[in-house]
C-alpha cells in the first residue's frame, strides 16, 4: 500500500554540488587545453540552455589558464530536433549567435547532460550549417548513458549512470538557482 504522504513525491539525490561542478570545469578546460596543444584556432559553442552558460565558464577558465580570450558562440538547435513532429507543441526558438567564421577552427560543442545522443546530431547538423569547422568535439558535464546514435563525449565531467525512469536536472547560478546536479526518481 502506498503512503498518501509519499504518493506523487519524486526522490531527489544530489550527485554533484558547487564544488564538485568548479573542479570539473576546472579539469575540462585543462584537457581542451592538452588535447588541442593550446588555444590556436580553437573555439566553443554552448547548446541551449545550459551548454551556454558551461561554455561561457570554460572560456574563462581558459582564459584564467592562458592568459587568452577565444571565440564563444550560443547554438539553439530547435528546428535540427529529429521529434519536431512528435511534439503537441509548437516549438519555442531562442537566439543562435556565434559571431565567428567556424571555418577551419576546432569548435568544442558544449552541454550539461549527454544522454540518447539526439540533441549532439541536432547541434552538428546546426553548426555544420554555419561552415565548414576543421574538428568538432563534444564537452559535457554529465553522461548519463543510454545513447541511441554512436556519439561519445571527448571531454566527461562526470559518468553517471541512469536507469531510463531517472531524470538528471543540472541547476545553475545563471537561473538562480545553486550550482548542483541532481538526479530524480519518480
Same mark, same amino acid.
Given at each position: ?24 570545469? !576546472?579539469? +575540462?578546460?585543462?584537457?581542451? %587545453? ?6 590556436? &584556432? *580553437? $573555439? /566553443? ?22 592568459? !587568452?580570450? +577565444?571565440?564563444?558562440?550560443? %547554438? ?6 529529429? &521529434? *519536431? $513532429? /512528435? ?37 552538428? &547538423? ?61
Amino acid at each position: 500500500m502506498t503512503n498518501p504522504s509519499t504518493a506523487g513525491k519524486r526522490e531527489e539525490r544530489v550527485v554533484m554540488d558547487a564544488g564538485d561542478i568548479a573542479r570539473v570545469l !576546472t579539469r +575540462i578546460a585543462h584537457e581542451i %587545453l592538452e588535447r588541442n596543444k593550446g588555444i590556436k &584556432d *580553437l $573555439s /566553443l559553442v554552448g547548446i541551449r540552455t545550459g551548454g551556454v552558460h558551461l561554455a561561457h565558464r570554460l572560456v574563462r577558465r581558459i582564459h584564467e589558464i592562458e592568459g !587568452t580570450q +577565444i571565440p564563444v558562440g550560443e %547554438l539553439d538547435i530547435t528546428l535540427y530536433r529529429d &521529434d *519536431l $513532429s /512528435l511534439r503537441k507543441d509548437q516549438p519555442i526558438l531562442r537566439k543562435t549567435s556565434v559571431p565567428f567564421t567556424i571555418s577551419a577552427l576546432k569548435v568544442v560543442l558544449v552541454d550539461d547532460v549527454l544522454f540518447t545522443g539526439r540533441t549532439i546530431r541536432a547541434a552538428m &547538423d546546426s553548426l555544420i550549417d554555419l561552415g565548414r569547422p576543421a574538428e568538432i568535439q563534444l564537452a559535457v558535464l554529465v553522461d548519463r548513458g543510454h545513447r541511441q546514435l554512436p556519439i561519445k563525449a571527448n571531454y566527461i565531467g562526470k559518468n553517471i549512470p541512469t536507469s531510463r525512469e531517472e531524470a538528471i536536472h543540472v541547476f545553475l547560478e545563471e537561473h538562480g538557482e545553486e550550482d548542483r546536479v541532481v538526479i530524480f526518481t519518480a
